[in-house]
């Protein structure tokens, strides 16, 4: 596993989600997320619960290519804004329908006030896309 720092904890305040852009060889953030974003790097979406819990996820959704970081967050699940699709932040699966399938999910650590999250073996297909 990779510790990439992706934000600080001011950045994403209570009930919000950031979305950000990961080069998967150098596991750094370059940017804003982006659904259809440069060769070798990922979307994630690092959510901060109104109670306080922290999740990632992919940010793409697997049903057509919206970013989750741009939907409404419901609890802690992110919105699809394209069909509403919600997912569960703890196994990525999709809880309704148009979307089917999974996102994947990455720990998130919190050391002070700097959020970092744990990637899994760089040839692990992150899109979360059957």
């Known amino acids: 596993m990779t510790s990439v720092l992706v934000a600080s904890v001011a950045q994403i305040p209570p009930g919000s989600v950031l979305g950000v852009q990961i ?38 959704c697997p049903h057509r290519p919206y970013l989750l970081s741009g939907g409404a967050l419901k609890g ?16 990525g699966h999709a809880i309704n329908p148009p979307a089917q399938g999974s996102v ?10 700097q959020v970092f999250i744990e990637l899994s073996e760089p040839d692990a297909d992150p899109s979360g896309r059957e």
């Not at 974003?37 to 819990?53: Q, R, Y």
């Open 76 to 91: 802690c699940e992110p919105e699809c804004p394209g069909h509403g699709s919600r997912f569960n932040p703890v196994t």
């Open 104 to 113: 994947p999910t990455y720990p998130v650590t919190v050391t002070g006030d």
């Open 23 to 60: 080069a998967k060889k150098s596991a750094t953030v370059i940017g804003r997320a982006r659904a259809e974003g440069p060769p070798d790097t990922m979307p994630v979406a690092v959510i901060h619960s109104a109670d306080d819990e922290w999740f990632a996820m992919g940010d793409q």
